[in-house]
Structures are given as structure tokens and as C-alpha cells.
């Protein structure tokens, strides 16, 4: 098995379901040691692309090599940690019951399963609900069970569909944690997400598909900054009634003395700036937002979809 390639290469695949192109000559890696994400709307192809990944979806045309091989033998499916949408968790067992089976199939012994289960109850903050019988779980509670199931055997490949969907805000932020640990530790993470905010808080590096094809990727950082709208808050002395946007820029009142525009370039800023203060604004306070995800996600699907 070769190592020294990304963990994870897509090369030209595609997808097809009878006439139906649900991925369309998709090439991609995912490099180790970083949160990689897959963002793209509901619809966009991204189950479907996790699915080809792990062999659960044959492709109709292209390769995929994971570890550096074709091949998706046993060696292979030990270095990996998958949780797909529907929580793989057992309605009659208990939480403990759940991951100590689990850690069995994967090779450990009975003692090792009930130390990984136990590491993973406490990190996980499971302990509460340990000895709970899955079928009296809510979907968050079995979410988290299923993402302490995928990651415990300590893979060095986490593929994730949907994490953070149905689970509650303080559970996110602990999801967020360990998978950043994770990555610090030269894991590679897969992610599926169609939530923005969460990819802009957790991805490194973003590809983003719409019906099934991959019309951008790269740092996320710098995909955020190559989006063209810009967001400036605008805080005026006095109310006054929005003077007509010029061409290339939108704005909107967010509350009594404040406004949000949005823009292509400072210059139309400018203008309107003045055009405030002729209707009575007084002085203006400005200041530009650093450029986010969404609005360079808006933007890259908007030009696709007008094609």
C-alpha cells in the first residue's frame, strides 16, 4: 500500500443512474492532516460522492484510490472511520454494548473493545447515557454515539456525511474539537455539509459541487477572499429613507441608524456614502467585513445556475 500520495484521490469520476448524471467527471484529493469538506446544496451529489469513496456506489467511469490503491480490501477498511447520515447504531443494545461491539468487529480484543468504548463514552461525554438502549436515544444522542463508534479504533481516515446535522450547539462545538484534534494529529477528515457557517468554522480546504459537478476548490481561506461582493456596515446620525442603490450594489436597513450593503468594489460604496449624506444621513461610520464562505458560495452557484 502506498502512503506517500494524498490519502484520498478522485481521478475523473462519474455517476450515473440510468440518464440521471449524478457526478460528473469529478477529479479531487484530500490531503492528510486537514478537515477537507465537500459543501454543495441539498441534491448537489455529495452523499453520493462519499458513497463512490467508500465502494458503496460503483462508479461509471474514472478511479479512486484510497492509500494509494484501487483496492478496497481489509487493510484499507482498517484505516478508516466512517459515520454516514443514518446513525449505525444497534435499538437493543446499549450505548456501551454498541461500541464495545463495534470495537470487536473492527479486531480488538474483549478487554481492549471495553477500554476503546469507555475512552470514547468520556470523550464523547456519552457517560450519562452509557448504559441507555439505543432505541430510547434522540438523533442527536445517536449522532454523537455514531461518531464516537467511527473514530474510536483510532482511524487515519474519518469520513463523515452530515455531522453536525440534529445535534445540538454544545455538542457541535465538542464534535468541532475533537475533530481538529484529530487533524492536528495527521488524520485526514472527510466532510459533507450543505450548513456554510459550520464549513467557513471547520474546513481547511473546500470543494464545492452543484448537480454533480466540482465547480470549485481550494484553501478555504482563499476561496472566501475571491468571492467579488463585499459587506460593509454602514452606522448613520440620523434615519433616513434608502437613496437608490447604484448598479453592483445592494443594501438593506438592519436596524434604526444601520445598514448593511453589499458590493463589488469600494467606489460604488463610495457613491452611496454620499448619497446618504445628501438625503440627510449626516456623517457615516463605515466598516468592511472580511469576506465570508457564504457569500462566495452564493455567489459561485448564482453564476452556475445562470450558466
Known amino acids: 500500500m502506498t502512503i506517500d500520495r494524498p490519502p484520498i484521490s478522485l481521478e ?27 459543501l454543495g446544496p441539498n441534491g448537489a451529489g455529495k452523499t453520493t460522492l462519499l ?13 479512486i484510490l484510497v492509500l494509494g490503491t484501487p483496492r478496497f480490501d481489509l487493510d484499507v477498511l482498517r484505516h478508516l472511520g466512517v459515520s454516514l447520515h ?8 446499549t450505548v456501551d454494548e454498541n461500541l464495545q461491539f463495534h ?8 478487554s481492549d473493545a471495553k477500554r476503546l468504548a ?10 450519562d447515557i452509557a448504559q441507555s438502549r439505543g432505541a430510547y436515544l434522540s438523533f442527536g444522542e445517536r449522532r454523537r454515539v ?44 472527510v466532510i459533507t455539509t450543505h450548513e456554510v457557517n459550520e464549513a467557513e468554522r471547520l474546513f481547511e ?20 477572499e475571491n468571492s467579488r461582493i463585499h459587506i460593509y456596515d454602514i452606522s448613520v446620525r ?11 450594489l445592494v443594501a438593506r436597513l438592519v436596524g434604526q441608524r444601520q445598514i448593511e450593503v453589499r458590493a463589488h468594489d469600494d467606489l460604488a460604496v463610495a457613491r452611496y456614502i454620499e448619497a446618504l449624506e445628501v438625503a440627510g444621513a449626516g456623517d457615516c461610520v463605515v466598516m468592511k467585513h472580511q469576506n465570508r464562505l457564504e457569500d462566495a458560495f452564493v455567489e459561485i452557484i448564482n453564476r452556475e445556475n445562470r450558466g
Request: aromatic residues 4%; hydrophobic residues 45%.
Open 238 to 248: 440620523s434615519e433616513v429613507s434608502l437613496p437608490e442603490s447604484p448598479a453592483g
Open 205 to 224: 480546504y473546500v470543494a464545492i459541487i452543484h448537480r454533480g459537478r466540482l465547480v470549485s476548490q481550494g484553501a478555504t481561506r482563499d476561496i472566501s
Open 146 to 189: 455514531d461518531l464516537a463508534r467511527a473514530i474510536m479504533n483510532d482511524p487515519s481516515i474519518v469520513i463523515l456525511d452530515e455531522p453536525t446535522a440534529g445535534v445540538d450547539v454544545m455538542s457541535v462545538r465538542a464534535i468541532r474539537d475533537i475533530l481538529q484534534s484529530l487533524a492536528s494529529d495527521g488524520k485526514t477528515i
Open 103 to 110: 470495537a470487536t468487529i473492527a479486531g480488538a480484543s474483549r
Open 51 to 63: 458513497r463512490s469513496i467508500l465502494h458503496l456506489q460503483a462508479v461509471s467511469s474514472g478511479r
Open 86 to 93: 443514518q446513525p449505525a447504531i444497534y435499538s437493543r443494545l
Open 118 to 127: 469507555s475512552r470514547a463514552i468520556d470523550r464523547f461525554d456519552l457517560r
Open 12 to 38: 475523473a469520476i462519474s455517476v450515473k443512474f440510468g440518464d440521471f448524471q449524478a457526478l460528473n467527471d469529478i477529479s479531487l484529493e484530500f490531503p492528510r492532516g486537514k478537515i477537507s469538506g465537500v
